[in-house]
């Protein structure tokens, strides 16, 4: 096994290493040592056990596999919770405003925020913290086990063993009830005494998590031995079924009736749903889901997720009984919220239903209380009715306003009724502002009905005859025909020049005025790009 490599060994000498590897193996000789005196597993594979030969390990050892250079900066030490250092006895500069510790800030303070904080106080300064830092290697900074302190689990095997102790004084007291009660009345059987002590007895030592025998309805008992030479161990199976019963997924055989999983033995929906419920045997999964306690812990399941939503640290299947105490605390608080809020309603509004009914003068709004008054309406004698006032603020009047906000109603808005604005930041205008917003209004109408009047009255369009020169023909106009002529004779000469400009004379008269004849020259020359004809005409 683990020996030393290069050592020459003769085929005897090997046969005999074989032989007590194996019973190395099967437990009959004792396994081998290494240096430091410690076992070596003989289940080892020899490439893993067998140092390299540049170790030149003479005696067989299994420091080869193990981290021989250790990390000298490794501790294995963990943080000193709530250690104090130093606790100032004024402000410093830099240290946390809220509860003055040097080591962190305000914002990740854990102190309860205070009203004035240890800066502006110089009272309670809070201690420093010790802050430590550790260098972890690899393992270390994965262990999820660092920095645990086995002396807590200590208070885990106290309370197990507090309950331990307790079961066993309820049982004592249980046996010394029953033997008081035998001394007491001997006069019953001795075989009846003798039975029913061993019965107390079985029943004081069954287990809790037992399952009593009404429970377990309709459920055999099948005896099984399992894999062993002379019949072994015996283990007791429930049959999900009595054989006698149908089985559901045969109730049914149309093809299109309830659908059932042979995976999980489920049929969900009813197979006989035409059949008289008072008939019926079986009528679905569902009908058990959606009865009995089904109903509970359905909202059982509801609470602890929205609870677990919120931000408490539930989870049902992990610690159910937490669950289920803080669900009958939430239905507690419920009903009794649910109670507080209809005493309440009914202290402030009071209850029709009950037997106690108001004052005459709180149903009428009447008094026999005598009050006086004048003919201008003030009072002489008396008090006067007191009007009742709300929380909002009543006759206070804004921007030189007569009236409140509100006074004034009109097309599905409010405003105020002295000046008649919707405005509610507005100054108030009075009967000037009125009549200008009357006016207006009387002016918008009368445009509008000038408009839908020219709307409906057809227009008249009237041909105009354009002059030669595009304006409005007079009815006078005379055209020179000599004039006509030399227009034409320079509107030709004109063209000739812009297409060869070396024709153009060095002295160039230019006038601006321009008549009738020369209009209507140009546009009997002027080319019209829509006319087919252009390139016959010149």
């Known amino acids: 096994m683990a020996t030393a490599s290069g050592t020459f060994k003769s085929r005897e000498d090997h046969r005999k290493q074989l032989e007590l590897e194996e019973a190395r193996k099967a437990g009959l000789a004792p396994a081998e040592l290494d240096e430091d005196g410690k076992e070596i597993n003989p289940h080892i594979p020899q490439y893993m056990s067998s140092a390299p030969w540049y170790l030149n390990a003479e005696r067989p ?68 913290e010790k802050v430590e830092a550790f260098e972890l290697d690899y393992d270390g900074k994965r262990d999820r086990w660092n920095g645990y302190d086995p002396a807590t689990y200590a208070r885990v095997i106290d309370r197990y063993e507090a309950r331990d102790e307790a079961r066993r004084k309820y049982q004592k007291e249980q046996q010394l009830k029953k033997l008081e009660e035998k001394n007491n009345n001997p006069e019953k059987g001795e075989g009846e005494d003798s039975d029913g002590d061993d019965d107390d007895e079985d029943a004081l030592k069954v287990d809790e998590a037992k399952v009593d025998e009404s429970e377990q309805m309709d459920f055999a008992k099948v005896e099984k031995r399992v894999r062993t030479t002379g019949g072994g161990s015996t283990g007791t199976v429930r049959n999900l079924r009595i054989r006698e019963d149908t089985a559901k997924y045969l109730l049914n055989l149309d093809v299109n009736s309830a659908h059932y999983d042979p995976k999980t033995r489920s049929m969900r929906e009813d197979p006989l749903p035409d059949t008289d419920p008072n008939e019926k045997f079986y009528g679905g999964d569902n009908q058990f889901r959606n009865s009995g306690q089904a109903q509970e812990f359905k909202q059982l399941n509801i609470h602890a997720w929205e609870a677990f939503e919120k931000g408490q640290d539930i989870h049902l299947q992990a610690a159910p009984s937490q669950a289920e105490l803080l669900y009958k605390e939430f239905q507690v608080k419920k009903e009794k919220l649910k109670s507080q809020t209809k005493e309440d309603i009914v202290h402030k509004y009071g209850n029709a239903a009950s037997e106690d009914k108001p004052a005459l003068e709180l149903l009428m709004g009447q008094t026999e209380r005598l009050v006086e008054y004048d003919r201008a309406g003030r009072v002489i004698k008396g008090q006067e009715k007191a009007v009742p006032k709300s929380k909002y603020e009543e006759d206070v009047f804004i921007n030189n306003h007569t009236s409140v906000w509100g006074s004034w109603w009109k097309d599905h808005q409010w405003g105020f009724k002295c000046c008649k604005q919707i405005i509610r930041n507005s100054y108030c205008t009075g009967l000037a502002g009125i009549e200008a917003a009357e006016a207006a209004t009387d002016l918008m109408k009368a445009n509008l009905i000038r408009k839908e009047t020219a709307d409906e009255m057809p227009q008249i369009h009237e041909e105009k005859k354009l ?72």
């Open 467 to 538: 002059a030669t020169w595009g304006s409005d023909v007079p009815d006078d106009l005379v055209l020179d025909k000599k004039r006509l002529t030399d227009a034409l004779k320079k509107e030709d000469e004109r063209k000739r020049e812009e297409k060869d400009e070396r024709k153009r004379k060095y002295n160039v008269r230019w006038s601006d005025e321009v008549t009738a004849e020369d209009m209507e020259a140009y546009r009997m020359k002027r080319v019209h790009h829509d006319d087919p004809m252009k390139d016959f005409l010149h």
């Open 61 to 128: 050892s299994l420091k080869h596999q193990r981290k021989w250079k250790s990390d000298p900066n490794y501790t294995k030490e963990w943080y000193d919770r709530g250690a104090k250092v130093f606790q100032a006895e004024k402000y410093r500069k830099g240290s946390c405003t809220n509860c003055g510790a040097m080591t962190h800030d305000f914002k990740t303070c854990m102190e309860r925020p205070r009203k004035i904080g240890a800066r502006w106080t110089n009272k309670r300064i809070a201690p420093d």
